[in-house]
């Protein structure tokens, strides 16, 4: 099982970075989909979550700025983030699990995680 996260990098505050998390080895349209963050000295939390069936949850640090989408028939999950603070800067990691939910240790399967560093 691999999962692959993409499209990180430095942007400035009030900017936009779109994350990809492509997945090889599960039947991805069976899985739940997670994305989390950790920085510097914090613990991992949730950013976002969406089930197999496309219901979405948001960690209220995030509510009407990031989306998840899923592309099933690319086996591919998104994060787009907009309106990035300063306080967004961490590494986002990808998460799977047939039972994922907000708990991340329902998840079985993570990426390697990609930087987004948001600068003021």
């Known amino acids: 099982v691999q999962l692959v996260e993409s499209g990180g990098g430095l942007v400035q505050a009030g900017g936009s970075l779109r994350l990809s998390c492509a997945a090889s080895?599960?039947?991805?349209?069976?899985?739940?989909m997670g994305w989390y963050r950790q920085a510097p000295g914090k613990q991992r939390e949730l950013v976002a979550t969406?089930?197999?069936?496309?219901?979405?949850n948001y960690a209220d640090s995030v509510k009407g700025r990031f989306t998840i989408s899923r592309d099933n028939a690319k086996n591919t999950v998104f994060l787009q983030t907009n309106s990035l603070r300063p306080e967004d800067t961490a590494v986002y990691y990808c998460?799977?699990?047939?039972?994922?939910?907000?708990?991340?240790?329902?998840?079985?399967?993570w990426g390697q995680g990609t930087q987004v560093t948001v600068s003021s």
């Open positions: 998460a799977a699990g047939p039972r994922g939910g907000a708990d991340r240790d329902e998840y079985d399967y």
């Open positions: 969406i089930t197999s069936g496309g219901t979405t």
């Open positions: 080895g599960i039947t991805f349209n069976v899985y739940n």
